[in-house]
């Protein structure tokens, strides 16, 4: 993020490179990914009995920190970081914190919300969509992102669903949980998936050129 001035120093004082290549994936070869679905839910600021809350930098990793104000109070959590992929890897800050504030004795109303609807879950199970397939295996969540903004408080999920999947079911099923807590969800950013036959030509082309 930022101006990338480096980068605008780097073109006018350096010869760009004729071609680039990034090597991050798993070799041999990768025949398929799962759709990743970056969605939000926000609920009133003026109804979530919290008067700031931030935490984490980005959907797709997992938070380290997060805090928030409540009551009066301010409340911390720390957890650790991991890519949003793999968000059993870390410990998720805004979840530790959310759980946190569910059980003082009068609870935001917010916090009360989230560990009902998302709790410790990393596949999303409490808002149906726990989805699974053969080929890719179950879809994973992780809540990257707390914060407040236009009068909303937010948090932002990393969505990984099977290949088989689509981001409108997964959308769906959010919308139906959500509901009834009278939160909003919404889809931020959306890159469906990729499978190719691992016997196919390609595939095997590939794996003979390795």
């Not at 997992?62 to 409540?70: F, I, K, L």
Request: glycine share 12%; net charge negative; charged share 25%.
């Amino acid at each position: 993020t930022g101006d990338w001035l480096d980068i605008k120093d780097y073109c006018q004082n350096e010869e760009l490179p004729r071609y680039g290549f990034t090597p991050d994936g798993s070799f041999p070869a990768i025949y398929g990914e799962k759709g990743i679905l970056i969605a939000g839910m926000a609920m009133p600021l003026a109804e979530s009995g919290l008067t700031v809350a931030e935490g984490g930098t980005a959907p797709n990793m997992v938070p380290d920190h997060c805090w928030a104000e409540a009551g009066g109070q301010v409340y911390t959590a720390k957890g650790r970081s991991a890519h949003g992929s793999t968000p059993g890897e870390g410990v998720n800050a805004i979840t530790a914190l959310m759980r946190t504030l569910a059980e003082l004795p009068q609870p935001p109303r917010f916090a009360k919300c989230y560990t009902e609807l998302m709790g410790d879950s990393l596949c999303g199970e409490h808002m149906g969509i726990d989805l699974r397939d053969e080929q890719s295996g179950l879809l994973s969540i992780n809540a990257g992102k707390l914060t407040v903004e236009d009068g909303e408080v937010r948090v932002y999920f990393d969505i990984r669903y099977p290949v088989t999947a689509s981001g409108e079911t997964v959308l769906e099923n959010m919308r139906r949980a959500a509901a009834p807590y009278g939160i909003r969800v919404w889809k931020r950013h959306e890159m469906r998936p990729v499978y190719m036959d691992k016997d196919g030509t390609l595939i095997r082309d590939l794996l003979s050129a390795y």
